[in-house]
């Protein structure tokens, strides 16, 4: 009989921890849940308000997968993505590490490296514009002091698909982001660990590979996983910073949402659900390679 | 093996001075611990033989030579942190095998003295677990192991005994005492627990607010602190104040005889406990008698402690509880005149 009592109590237990969920639950399943099962039933050809339900229909992605500059603007969308998610993690680590050395006016320091992350991405794009453009703050510092001879012989950095001005907002955007998450878990890992490394004989570089980057791993992993996947599907930067034709994959979503042709509304909602489609395989690789590396060393 | 010595060290903070001036001789061989109450500066003593920080002024030296340049990495010291700092992404085994690997050894010798030295910890049963899976007992043999299979020419350890239970303990410390023997190698370690550095160490040496107080066999400290505040720390119960002349202590209670003569003056004079005699009839024909009566009993099992008052003051008396007086019984204290300490005013 006790134990009726003990699963009564636990099944009141776990109804008030639901009710506790419910908010919550509604928000993620109602907005999120609804909007995503209505986003890729009108990818594949449903969309009775435009007149057009000619559901589950693939012609959509066919027309966008087999045009060639689909492949062209996801090679882009991919190669701004990976290579800003991996300068800011580079610059975001050596960051963390310095800041938790002492050294002179360090206090201001801390607050100084946090300004990108309370400035908006299009003051940011803004600044780009104005400090890296042909005819920008740089190139007209450079021709005054006569490294070149007029502000357009500034070489292009902006507009380009090497895409250098969307990276480096990217770039000073989510360097302090990293910076910031790293250095929380570096002071939970404390430097005893590697003082004890350093006193049994190992130089920086054993230490740093060998016993501050495995204790780190999971904050690196966590700020890959959050600002790859912003980079892989924001808009207003290489909007306004890119090359033009091709365009990133959120680009040329946009491109067929603000069409004439609404029907073209289509095509759009099929180049979101491929980016979507694109970074979840990314994210779950790449999550799935760190949790190998987990097993590898023994921890599960 | 290593002697080790620090010559005027100091250490500064900012402008806040944690070590004042400290000068220490270890010999080779020695288990020396370094005793004080929390923040007088053993860690920071420890950090700076090994390199971990800096001395602010004066040289530490290693068989007489100064070791300032010389890197962490070089010093070949071995450390045991007091919250062990084991690598929490490696099993026991990566853990132990780790200061070889760095250096470069090749695999069969690094397999070798993991067998060994997992046998002497008495660990291979665990060398595949994680450190989140071990006991405290188990988390600092592995530290010790660590350390050990570098072959340090100096062993420190920070606080050894002070996160064990009570049991493992005892165990730890002949452990610890053991190995050191066996292997003969430099010891220092650092507690706050006069008992635990009685029991360890070969010599102790005693820190206060960043000096050194005394250092000392610990005998000598507990039976001769050279001043009241290591008395006290000692764990000295009777300590009163007394008026010397010639090889007289009057104090409250009495005259006292003493063995040798000191400078006549004033004095503080001290008793242990369990130096003092307790007789139940009259005695006469013994040095130093004190007549008094219990006033309070405490019982410790083996031991027993009876506070006796005498011409006004109480003294305690410590005997082993063979036997159970009753309080408010009349006794008779026999000092000997060997075993009475006077403390004078700082030589
Ligand atoms: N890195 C540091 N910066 C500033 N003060 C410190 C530092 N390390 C230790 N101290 C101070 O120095 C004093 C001695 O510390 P420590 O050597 O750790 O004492 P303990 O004897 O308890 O081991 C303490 O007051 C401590 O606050
Ligand atoms: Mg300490």
Known sequence: MPETKELARHRRERIWMWIQLMPVMTVLVVLFGGALVLGVAQSLGFAPWFGVNTFPDFSYFAALWGDVFFWKSLGLTLYYAIVATLLSLVFGILLALALVRTFPSKTLYKYLYKLPLMIPYTVGIALAVIMLGNGGMLSRLMAFTGFIDDPSQFPQILKTHMGWGIIAVYVWKQTPFVALTIYAVLLGVGRETEEAAAILGANKRQIFFQVTLPQILPGIISSTLIIFAFNIGAFEAPFILGGGFPDTLPVVAWRYFNDADYTLQLQGMATVVSIALVAGVILYSYLAFYRRYERRIGRN | ?347
């Open chain 2, 1 to 347: 093996m290593t002697a080790v010595q620090l010559k005027g060290v100091r250490k500064d903070f900012g402008n806040f001075t944690a070590i004042s001036n400290i000068d220490l001789d270890i010999k080779s061989g020695e288990l020396v611990a370094l005793l004080g109450p929390s923040g007088c500066g053993k860690t920071t003593t420890l950090r700076m033989i090994a390199g971990l920080e800096v001395p602010s002024a004066g040289q530490i030296c290693f068989d007489g030579e100064d070791v300032s340049e010389v890197a962490v990495q070089k010093r070949n010291v071995g450390m045991v942190f007091q919250r062990y700092a084991l690598f929490p992404h490696m099993t026991v085994e990566k853990n132990v095998m780790f200061g070889l690997k760095v250096r470069g050894i090749d695999k069969a010798d690094i397999d070798k003295r993991l067998t060994e030295i997992l046998d002497v910890v008495q660990l291979q049963d665990f060398r595949h677990r994680f450190p989140a899976q071990l006991s405290g007992g188990q988390m600092q043999r592995v530290a010790i192991a660590r350390t050990l299979i570098t072959n340090p020419s100096v062993l420190m350890m920070d606080e050894p005994l002070a996160n064990l239970d009570t049991k493992l303990r005892g165990e730890m410390r002949r452990f610890i005492r053991e190995l050191q023997q066996r292997l003969g190698i430099t010891t220092i370690f650092v507690t706050h627990d006069q008992i635990e550095a009685m029991e360890l160490a070969d010599r102790v040496a005693v820190i206060f607010d960043g000096n050194l107080a005394q250092y000392d066999a610990p005998d000598a400290l507990y039976k001769r602190p050279n001043s009241i505040e290591i008395a006290d720390f000692m764990g000295a119960t009777n300590v009163f104040e007394a008026s010397i002349s010639g090889k007289t202590a009057t104090a409250v209670f009495g005259a006292l005889t003493l063995q040798d003569t000191v400078p006549d003056g004033q004095a503080q004079l001290m008793l242990r406990g369990e130096a003092i005699d307790l007789h139940l009839d009259e005695i006469t024909d013994e040095p130093n008698i004190l007549q008094g009566k219990i006033t309070a009993r405490e019982f410790f099992g083996a031991n027993i402690t009876y506070s006796v008052e005498c011409g006004g003051e109480t003294i305690q008396v410590i005997e082993q509880s063979r036997r159970m007086v009753e309080i408010d019984q009349p006794v008779w204290l026999t000092i000997p005149p060997e075993r009475i300490w006077i403390i004078q005013d700082n030589p």
